[in-house]
């Protein structure tokens, strides 16, 4: 689970979708930082992960942590952390987006929590939770970087992770 504080500020961000005035379908609205190459690539590596987690999940075994694709897996998964993280910091440097700045922290840091856990499981059904957390935890890396704001709560990071 996400901190309370980041779940709320990710509750605060999410928008409904738009209807067209033609009546087509609902199209669902997406920020102008999700357009940047920076911001898109963390998306695109995020649905990539989230859909090999789901796979990971249809038949968790233990047995496939120490398969190759699994130690890739756990290297991509460090560096999506650490890519949230630059993002963090390139959103600190441009002092906007307060919001998304602590959210993008957070998720750095629950990405690790996340492998960790999925790392320490004692059996296939731990496993098989740790990795649906994880999926549900990139979905929300997806969704708070492609969602515009609709609120801007304020709050920096300082008063959840410190003046870091």
Not at 77 to 102: E, Y
Not at 113 to 120: E, N, R
Not at 130 to 149: E, F, K, Q, R, Y
Request: proline residues 4%; aromatic residues 4%; charged residues 20%.
């Amino acid at each position: 689970m996400l901190r309370p504080v980041i779940f709320a500020l990710m509750v605060g961000l999410m928008v409904g979708v738009t209807l067209p005035a033609t009546g087509q379908a609902a199209v669902p609205a997406t920020s102008a930082i999700s357009h940047e190459p920076y911001f898109a690539d963390l998306v695109d590596r995020a649905g990539k992960l989230k859909a090999q987690t789901e796979r990971f999940g249809t038949s968790p075994v233990l047995s496939l942590r120490e398969q190759p694709v699994f130690k890739t897996y756990t290297q991509q998964i460090r560096a999506l952390s650490d890519g949230d993280l630059q993002g963090h910091l390139t959103l600190k440097k441009r002092g906007t987006d307060n919001d998304l700045k602590c959210i993008m922290k957070g998720l750095s840091l629950d990405l690790n929590i996340k492998m960790d856990a999925i790392l320490a499981a004692k059996s296939d059904a731990d496993f098989g939770r740790a990795l649906g957390n994880m999926a549900a935890l990139l979905s929300d890396n997806i969704d708070v970087i492609v969602t515009p704001a609709t609120a801007d709560s304020g709050l920096d990071c300082v008063i959840e992770f410190g003046n870091t």
